[in-house]
């Protein structure tokens, strides 16, 4: 008998054993992989409406007496350092703006023996694990008080920071705004106008003349001032109306986009910046691209090279004012076994020692080298490495001895030789007119013979060159 499908009562007959329950014309014993569903064994009855489970309460102690259950000691609990000891207090001043006092080098170690806590002093986040969830600036920014990244120096004893572009007192936001918008209203754009505000007010003071200007206006600044302007006059502006942590995020990325690696970047940054300030660019990139920094440098770089990027991006380095002579010593007898004394080099001990102790013993163990061979570590650096681990090694030393030197150096290369690399020169006087130019300008001279001013002038232009002369307080 054929079989008819539309005729009831009819089954196929099975072609091969069947993988469910025994049918009437044979098949496998195998178990039914889909048994059938028993309605006794749910959970809830048919008949009862679905709730979704609802979050816990979040329970609320009061800051200064928290109640005998709570499982932790108070804040004040004299068996654990303060809360500052992991990480200075931002000193930003208020949107009121006080005036800025000359300032020490940003970078200094802290005066706690204890390692700064792991994770985020505002949000609790852990880097390169959490994205960043802090509050926002506009435009999707970090806050600068909030994060701990700043471009303002933090006193410290040791080399005097003083920075060209200081906090403008008074400061009324809507004033501003309302001048930037007359700038760009209408036929022309009044570049002096911009220029003249934007330039001499601080990173955080612009953020909020940005918010300022959408609340007036319902208009973007960055997209005004983009329409507004061009080339690297734009470039310039929208540098200095991003937030820091932001700013360095993209620069790192950008750095590690496309065909090749832009290691001088890498370099300038994760050599030159404080735990602190590598949590906060690690937090920033991740939010911006949902990608681990740490990652992206892995994929991007090779050998000694990556393994000092790495190390730098982990963000362990002590940071406490403790000097140990005997230490020094130890450290730089074993740098000079690992490098001028065998044959071959060995880098890790060069990437554990220059990675982990803090500014103050590393000076010490630089003297120390000095006073065993009679020459300077950086020589023995140049001898025993090359290419990007040499460039990378190079920076950590010379921004630990004279950091103003080391990026007057950045800022000669940047404009040395044919044509001009108009980035890093941005990137350069923006983060730094508001640490410690005056000192930079100073270096930029003794070591190259003319003035920073004069370098810019000879490479620069137009609008772009004015707002670069206002940035490092100079006249145009």
Same mark, same amino acid.
């Not at 539309?6 to 014993?29: D, H, L, N, S, V």
């Not at 004033?175 to 934007?198: H, N, P, Q, S």
């Not at 496309?258 to 937090?283: D, F, H, P, W, Y």
């Not at 290419?387 to 940047?414: H, M």
């Given at each position: 008998?054929?079989?008819?499908?539309?005729?009831?009562?009819?089954?196929?007959?099975?072609?091969?054993?069947?993988?469910?329950?025994?049918?009437?014309?044979?098949?496998?014993?195998?178990?039914?992989?889909?048994?059938?569903?028993?309605?006794?064994?749910?959970?809830?009855?048919?008949? !009862?409406?679905?709730?979704?489970?609802?979050?816990?309460?979040?329970?609320?102690?009061?800051?200064?007496?928290?109640?005998?259950?709570?499982?932790?000691?108070?804040?004040?609990?004299?068996?654990?350092?303060?809360?500052?000891?992991?990480?200075?207090?931002?000193?930003?001043?208020?949107?009121?703006?006080?005036?800025?006092?000359?300032?020490?080098?940003?970078?200094?170690?802290?005066?706690?023996?204890?390692?700064?806590?792991?994770?985020?002093?505002?949000?609790? !986040?852990?880097?390169?694990?959490?994205?960043?969830?802090?509050?926002?600036?506009?435009?999707?920014?970090?806050?600068?008080?909030?994060?701990?990244?700043?471009?303002?120096?933090?006193?410290?004893?040791?080399?005097?920071?003083?920075?060209?572009?200081?906090?403008?007192?008074?400061?009324?936001?809507?004033?501003?705004?309302?001048?930037?918008?007359?700038?760009?209203?209408?036929?022309?754009?009044?570049?002096?106008?911009?220029?003249?505000?934007?330039?001499?007010?601080?990173?955080?003071?612009?953020?909020? +003349?940005?918010?300022?200007?959408?609340?007036?206006?319902?208009?973007?600044?960055?997209?005004?001032?983009?329409?507004?302007?061009?080339?690297?006059?734009?470039?310039?502006?929208?540098?200095?109306?991003?937030?820091?942590?932001?700013?360095?995020?993209?620069?790192?990325?950008?750095?590690?986009?496309?065909?090749?690696?832009?290691?001088?970047?890498?370099?300038?940054?994760?050599?030159?910046?404080?735990?602190?300030?590598?949590?906060?660019?690690?937090?920033?990139?991740?939010?911006?691209?949902?990608?681990?920094?740490? &990652?992206?440098?892995?994929?991007?770089?090779?050998?000694?090279?990556?393994?000092?990027?790495?190390?730098?991006?982990?963000?362990?380095?002590?940071?406490?004012?403790?000097?140990?002579?005997?230490?020094?010593?130890?450290?730089?007898?074993?740098?000079?076994?690992?490098?001028?004394?065998?044959?071959?080099?060995?880098?890790?001990?060069?990437?554990?020692?220059?990675?982990?102790?803090?500014?103050?013993?590393?000076?010490?163990?630089?003297?120390?080298?000095?006073?065993?061979?009679?020459?300077?570590?950086?020589?023995?650096?140049?001898?025993?490495?090359?290419?990007?681990?040499?460039?990378?090694?190079?920076?950590?030393?010379?921004?630990?001895?004279?950091?103003?030197?080391?990026?007057?150096?950045?800022?000669?290369?940047?404009?040395?030789?044919?044509?001009?690399?108009?980035?890093?020169? +941005?990137?350069?006087?923006?983060?730094?007119?508001? +640490?410690?130019?005056?000192?930079?300008?100073? &270096?930029?001279?003794?070591?190259?013979?003319?003035?920073?001013?004069?370098? +810019?002038?000879?490479?620069?232009?137009?609008?772009?060159?004015?707002?670069?002369?206002?940035?490092?307080?100079?006249?145009?």
């Amino acid at each position: 008998m054929s079989y008819n499908p539309y005729q009831p009562g009819q089954r196929p007959e099975a072609p091969y054993p069947q993988q469910g329950y025994p049918t009437p014309t044979g098949g496998a014993p195998y178990p039914n992989p889909y048994p059938p569903l028993n309605p006794n064994s749910l959970a809830f009855s048919s008949g !009862a409406p679905l709730q979704m489970p609802q979050p816990m309460p979040i329970p609320s102690y009061p800051a200064s007496a928290p109640p005998s259950s709570y499982p932790y000691p108070p804040a004040n609990n004299p068996s654990y350092p303060p809360a500052s000891a992991g990480y200075p207090p931002s000193i930003y001043p208020s949107s009121a703006g006080a005036a800025s006092p000359t300032n020490t080098s940003p970078y200094c170690p802290s005066s706690s023996p204890y390692p700064p806590s792991s994770r985020h002093p505002s949000t609790g !986040a852990v880097p390169g694990r959490d994205s960043y969830e802090g509050p926002r600036q506009p435009y999707g920014g970090i806050s600068y008080t909030s994060s701990g990244l700043s471009n303002s120096p933090r006193q410290c004893a040791g080399t005097k920071r003083t920075p060209t572009v200081v906090p403008a007192n008074p400061f009324n936001p809507r004033a501003d705004a309302e001048i930037l918008r007359k700038a760009m209203k209408g036929f022309g754009t009044d570049e002096k106008a911009i220029i003249t505000v934007l330039a001499h007010r601080v990173n955080v003071q612009r953020l909020q +003349i940005a918010v300022e200007f959408k609340t007036l206006y319902g208009k973007d600044l960055i997209k005004d001032l983009k329409s507004e302007t061009t080339g690297n006059f734009e470039n310039l502006l929208v540098a200095m109306m991003t937030p820091l942590p932001e700013y360095y995020a993209k620069e790192l990325h950008d750095a590690m986009q496309g065909i090749g690696t832009a290691e001088n970047v890498l370099i300038e940054i994760l050599c030159t910046k404080s735990n602190q300030e590598i949590m906060v660019i690690r937090q920033a990139y991740h939010s911006l691209y949902y990608r681990h920094l740490e &990652e992206d440098l892995m994929g991007d770089t090779a050998g000694t090279f990556k393994r000092l990027m790495v190390s730098l991006c982990n963000a362990g380095r002590d940071e406490s004012s403790v000097v140990n002579p005997e230490s020094a010593r130890a450290d730089a007898q074993a740098l000079l076994r690992a490098g001028e004394l065998r044959l071959g080099t060995d880098e890790s001990v060069f990437n554990a020692i220059l990675c982990q102790r803090n500014w103050a013993q590393l000076q010490m163990i630089f003297q120390e080298y000095e006073k065993l061979t009679g020459h300077d570590i950086e020589k023995a650096i140049k001898n025993e490495f090359s290419g990007d681990a040499e460039d990378a090694l190079l920076a950590v030393v010379r921004s630990i001895k004279n950091q103003s030197a080391f990026f007057a150096k950045c800022l000669n290369k940047s404009m040395k030789g044919l044509g001009t690399n108009d980035r890093d020169l +941005i990137r350069l006087v923006v983060t730094r007119s508001e +640490i410690d130019m005056v000192e930079i300008k100073r &270096e930029y001279q003794e070591r190259y013979g003319e003035s920073l001013a004069d370098a +810019i002038k000879g490479d620069t232009s137009g609008h772009y060159k004015k707002c670069l002369f206002q940035l490092i307080g100079e006249p145009y």
